[in-house]
């Protein structure tokens, strides 16, 4: 069968030496995972979204307590406190090394 269309940019496209799957094909299939086992068939799923990144670079959550004037004076000058404060500790961590 050949195809020639916007989707194909014009380009002649062969299809006949693809696999055609019929209805008695589709009642036969098994799921991957009887085929090639949980972790194999586990790698053939793609999550959605972005990939996570690995765990030792991941960051960590932590709470801190601010007093209230703190918090109020950030959310008035609408900066990050998460930015500001990383940089802060980044910051004396370099003097102290």
Known sequence: MKRYGKKNHGKKTDFDDSLVLTDAGRKRALPAQDVFGTAAASTLVRKRGRPAKPIDTRRKKVTILLPPDMVM???????SMTGFIESAIRQKLKTQA
């Open 73 to 79: 004076k950030f959310k008035q000058q609408k900066t």
